[in-house]
């Protein structure tokens, strides 16, 4: 096989494992609260990763934690809509972030191109089509929407900050470090009691449920965030942005699938129907686009 048909699988592969992720998390926020779940994800990514910290350049590090930063709310506002919906309701509304960087650029003044005009009428249609698959729209749409708009920014940022990078595994390093760091802030200041045996029991507790849910804990802070990411580098250095953004798109459709076996979630004509648009929107909106970084890397 060429170097570029390995770029591709390497890719499909990313794509298929960023899939999982929906229902894993999906699965861990019955006994987890959405903070928990972040933490020990990113914690076990982040020491993975930490190599790459190693006389890093100061200005890597203060992109990763402010890349860190915006990635820590995204995957707060998406981990608490898993939370109230279904895992590939989720997936589809999460991934209308490729929207949100051309619609920024409309905010700024700029006309937008009528395959962005193209591209938002085909999602709209799709979120018509899933919500009328799976009940009205709710609290927990509302939060995977947020989160596209925030992933749609940290994209924008992101864009940036590759740009200038030295080394880009130390800015991602820094930036999922960060994001550990940022969620254990969290916890300390929202949801640890404060009463010292009521701590300990707490904690306890929580341990010994992180013990009984550690498979699915590794799997994603070592598959799915520190190995896959290195997976994607290699893949998006040997395709083009159009490929990537097409390869990627096919995201939400992977959890749907993944979601139906892991956790009996299931779709009908309907909500396939609406998840066909949001995707062929997606792609519409990437296609042609101004070229992001080759390695800008995302954790999903």
Known sequence: MTRHLHGILALLLVTLVWGTTFPAMKDLTGHFSAVWIILVRFALAALLLSPFLWRARAHDLRSGALLGVLLFFCFIFQVEGLALTSSNRNAFICGLNVLVVPLLGVLAGRLPERRIVLALAMSLAGLAALCWDGGGWGLGDSLALMCALCFGVYIKVMEVHTQRAT??????????????????????????????AARSAWFGGVVTAIGQHAWNFAYLGVVATAAIISLQTWGQSRTTANEAAVVYAFEPAAAAFFGYFWLGEAMTGRGWLGGLLLISGMIVSQWNSERRPAAALAPE
């Open 167 to 196: 080394n880009l595994l130390t800015v991602t390093a820094g930036q999922i470090t960060t994001v550990a760091v940022c969620a254990a802030l969290w916890l300390l200041a929202r949801e640890v009691p404060g009463d010292a």
